[in-house]
């Protein structure tokens, strides 16, 4: 089976979901939960027994990447991510410099617990500062301050060699020139890491439920949101930051090596409410999902020995079309000689047309998209597929 060493050429990774938040932000739709009392010993059971019976499926695999998401990560106790990295290093050996990534909000009580998070193996720090400007902040429902991100920034600074922040631009009343200055700032603070996100309104989220009653306004046109792409790709290069992804831009080197397990079509764990993951086996590539609820997830853990609720192998086909889909996201772009050994060719004709459209290039047996593919690179996948 052609992916089950997916491992081996794109990488093996580990994703916890945490899915508590202080608060719901109100353009998320992840799976997080806001809860009055958390029983962080009864989790830290929980993901222990879930890192066991994955750990059993999956042996001789050697972990590059752990990756704590949520919800806010950094509500964890630090001896629960303490007691994780401990039985993640008993469990699986790790390369010698593995990426352990904690996403975090820089509230002043979750910064104090940075230097403990450090301590406890996390290598790396995931910001998320959407803003720097105090007004948006509130729009976007975030409980920190700017001044309060510049703190927690610093600080995250002393303790951790690789850190990384989110921004979120094309926001309500947002302007070219002031994106321009905002990001500006943004890159003289960065250290080797910045995602930059273009504000999206999703169904069933608070912003959605305006937007559709017509109460979300001043959001910027298309052609002003298109414009704040190209100057974010413009002012990244030129300070060293360049994209690597649709959305993500790092020092060469210091692009996240957990992203890109799944956006070359590696292997990965994915353990609690919510996660999802990707395995190859010698039957096919299994895509696993867990229980949302995270009362009813911890509820089946303790009875059952297990979080997950579906298990599927994917066809050929599919796992061609997701791993095409993952990796043209990327500034390297999609090996065609691997498709094929999915038994999946792209048409030559639809390939020529969006060259000579200047969407895409291929070199080598590698398919990227041009700056101009990937402001329409959904378009660009459909089309790709139909072949």
């Not at 298109?226 to 210091?254: F, K, W």
């Not at 009875?303 to 061609?320: C, H, M, Q, Y």
Request: hydrophobic share 40%; charged share 25%.
């Amino acid at each position: 089976m052609a992916e089950l060493k997916t491992w081996q050429e794109a990488g093996f990774g580990l994703y916890l979901h945490w899915p508590f938040c202080a608060a719901k932000c109100p353009y998320c739709d992840f799976n997080s939960h806001v809860a009055a009392t958390i029983d962080q010993s009864a989790w830290t059971a929980a993901y222990l027994s879930e890192l066991r019976r994955t750990a059993a499926e999956t042996p001789g695999r050697i972990l590059s990447t752990v990756f704590f998401g949520g919800g806010t990560p950094s509500l964890m106790a630090p001896e629960t991510v303490a007691a994780i990295l401990d039985e993640v290093r008993r469990l699986w050996p790790m390369v010698n410099d593995p990426e352990i990534t904690l996403e975090a909000n820089p509230t002043s009580v979750e910064a104090g617990r940075f230097a403990h998070y450090a301590q406890a193996g996390v290598t790396r720090l995931s910001m998320g500062v959407q803003s720097l400007h105090d007004d948006d902040l509130r729009r976007l429902g975030r409980l920190h301050s700017a001044a309060d991100a510049r703190k927690a920034f610093d600080i995250a600074r002393r303790n951790f060699s690789r850190v990384s922040f989110d921004l979120i631009y094309a926001r309500q009343g947002q302007t070219l020139d002031m994106w321009r200055a905002e990001l500006k700032e943004a890159l003289y603070m960065a250290v080797d890491h910045l995602s930059l996100y273009q504000l999206t309104i999703e169904p069933g989220t608070a912003f959605g439920d305006r937007f559709a009653a017509g109460r979300l306004r001043d959001l910027p046109e298309d052609d002003v949101a298109a414009d704040m792409y190209d100057a974010t790709q413009e002012i990244c290069d030129a300070a060293g930051l360049p994209a690597y992804e649709v959305s993500n831009h790092a020092r060469p080197g210091s692009e996240s090596r957990h992203n890109l397990i799944y956006w070359r079509g590696g292997d990965w764990i994915g353990i609690g409410p919510g996660a999802h993951g990707r395995l190859g086996h010698s039957d096919g590539r299994h895509a696993t999902e867990t229980e949302l609820a995270p009362g009813r997830w911890l509820g089946m853990v303790n009875k059952t020995g297990s979080g997950e609720t579906a298990r599927s192998v994917l066809t050929p086909t599919e796992t061609a079309e997701e791993y095409l889909m993952m990796s043209l996201r990327l500034d390297e772009g999609t090996d065609l000689r691997r498709l094929e050994r999915l038994g999946h060719r792209l048409d030559r004709d639809i390939l020529d047309d969006l060259e000579q459209m200047e969407m895409i290039r291929v070199e080598n047996h590698i398919l990227c998209c041009t700056q101009s593919g990937r402001l329409v690179l959904n378009e660009l996948l459909r089309r790709l597929m139909v072949g």
